[in-house]
């Protein structure tokens, strides 16, 4: 299978071996299968003897016909172990209290679903650059808000011909995330603070990225920068895998009838996930709807219902800051599939966005949307009311971005009286999020004046869970990374640190 840019200007089809090195396509582009492959009902029914590994296997050599089985499954076999997960069928669906299913997506080392794509990519990377001829050392870089860097640390830390370096906001992530990160083990990874934002932390790597001399410089070093960013199609498509294996295992269990439909319901960020969703149905899932909820920061609401794109509004801070997001990068390969491979007008619109950060989708693509996707969004109010009320009915704890999830479904209940069977796809654990979830369930006067480490106990005490493992006796562990630096001095912290220190 090939692949190809959205926007058409790069013209030559690639290998999957090439898009996953690539990243991004040279047109500005996101890089789309040429064709999507199709699952048949029998062949689907083959697959629900497998474990999650072997689902893996199925799914992602249809995705990626250049690489030989005995390859996809040392890649799979090297993300998903028992080590890595602490669930053996690492992505469980869950029934709490009789209802709404639950596609537990956080059993990996972070604790959030970004694991489930960044355990692998790091060794379909490695795969990509043997088989593409490729002989410098692949330099992953990373300016995070808190959750990518760290998945991205776990998942590329000791991994034999890459190095990592993370860069984070000084001020921007939460306590919890900044000792997940400065405690990082590993011989090939750095972590460093950034004096600023975020914005201030990606622009850097962004120009590290641009800067064609000083890319040169590293390549005499055989060093070669490379990105592991939600829209690299190695993230992608093992994201796909989950979406089979949610529907596989229900229908194991005896809750679906044959080819009976589900709805699936996706806290949404930078369109990542949901649009795996959207690749699981167009693969023949039985999939009726996909449910895209959001935060106050509901983009993505207002095109799904309008067919317009306006990200010109105030940004907002809430307690599900991985939804915090303007701009939906994923969302162009959906317009890419449901405007008919339409490149002209692809271009015309991420031109617009740009410009004047508004567009408009014609008619026939909006149709398109509206009859795959329904969106809704809750604000953090709804969102711990919600983490209350799932609590105290069936002692189930979520996160906040869970939290959205379950809301933006019961509208959706109301608004359309859909009783198709529906799974909410589960995206942190509870415990990554602690001080809003403990907020929610223990009561505001339980958590004035206590820090995240001891609410992490007390949350754990109150509801009878364990903390798990990757977030455990993190303000014990040594800081093994110090540096911070002014944004004008990231390039020299790569240099450093390539050339002198990992
Ligand atoms: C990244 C993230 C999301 C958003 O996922 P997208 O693929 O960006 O839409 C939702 N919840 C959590 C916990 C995340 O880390």
Same mark, same amino acid.
Not at 29 to 47: D, N, R, S, Y
Not at 56 to 84: G, H, M, P, W
Not at 350 to 379: H, P, Q
């Given at each position: ?16 071996? %090439? ?57 799979? %076999? ?63 870089? &990373? ?41 990082? %083990? ?121 067919? &317009? ?142 820090? %995240? ?50």
């Amino acid at each position: 299978m090939l692949y190809e840019s959205t926007r058409g200007q790069y013209q030559r089809k690639v290998s999957s071996a %090439e898009a996953i090195k690539m990243g991004i396509a040279p047109d500005g582009g996101l890089i789309v299968p040429g064709k999507i492959p199709f699952i048949t009902g029998e062949q689907l029914q083959e697959m629900t003897a497998l474990d999650y590994r072997g689902k893996a296997v199925r799914i992602l050599k249809a995705f990626l016909s250049d690489y030989t089985e005995k390859e996809i499954r040392e890649c799979v %076999e090297q993300a998903y172990s028992s080590e890595k997960f602490d669930s053996s069928e690492v992505a469980p669906v869950r029934k709490p209290d009789g209802s709404l299913y639950f596609l537990e997506l956080w059993h990996g080392p972070t604790c959030a679903f970004k694991d489930i794509a960044l355990q692998i990519l790091p060794h379909l990377l490695t795969k990509a650059a043997a088989k593409t001829g490729e002989e410098a050392s692949i330099v992953i870089l &990373v300016a995070t808000s808190g959750d990518t860097g760290k998945a991205a640390l776990e998942g590329f830390k000791d991994v034999p011909g890459t190095k990592i370096i993370v860069f984070y906001p000084v001020r921007g992530v939460s306590e919890v995330q900044k000792f997940q990160m400065v405690t990082q %083990e590993g011989a090939n990874v750095a972590v460093v603070a950034v004096r600023g934002n975020f914005d201030d932390a990606q622009t850097g790597v962004k120009d590290i990225f641009g800067d064609a001399e000083f890319n040169r410089l590293l390549q005499k070093e055989h060093y070669r920068l490379s990105s592991a960013n939600s829209i690299n199609w190695g993230r992608l498509a093992p994201q796909v895998v989950y979406y089979f294996s949610a529907y596989l295992d229900l229908a194991a269990k005896g809750a679906l009838s044959p080819g009976e439909k589900i709805n699936f319901v996706v806290p949404t960020g930078n369109f990542g996930n949901i649009l795996a969703a959207f690749y699981a149905r167009e693969m023949g899932l039985p999939v009726n709807r996909l449910i895209c909820a959001a935060n106050v920061n509901n983009v993505l609401t207002g095109f799904i219902r309008t067919g &317009v794109y306006d990200r010109v509004r105030k940004f907002h801070r809430t307690i599900s800051p991985s939804m915090d997001i303007l701009i939906s990068s994923n969302l162009e390969r959906l317009l890419y599939h449901l405007s008919g491979r339409d490149h002209a007008r692809i271009r015309e619109w991420m031109a617009a966005l740009n410009r004047s950060g508004v567009y408009r989708v014609d008619a026939g693509t909006r149709a398109r949307i509206g009859e795959i996707f329904w969106s809704g969004y809750a604000d953090d109010n709804e969102t711990l009311t919600t983490i209350n009320s799932l609590y105290r009915r069936g002692g189930y704890v979520v996160d906040t971005h869970t939290a959205v999830g379950v809301r933006v479904y019961e509208k959706y209940a109301v608004a359309t009286g859909d009783s198709t069977k529906t799974v909410i796809v589960s995206t942190a654990s509870p415990f990554k999020f602690n001080e809003s979830v403990a907020r929610a369930v223990l009561g505001e006067d339980a958590v004035r004046g206590k820090d %995240e480490f001891r609410l992490l106990e007390e949350l754990a005490a109150a509801t009878g869970l364990e903390i798990p493992a990757g977030l455990k006796n993190l303000d014990k562990k040594p800081a093994r990374h110090r540096k911070t630096v002014d944004r004008n001095q990231m390039t020299a912290a790569v240099e450093d640190i390539l050339l002198r220190s990992i």
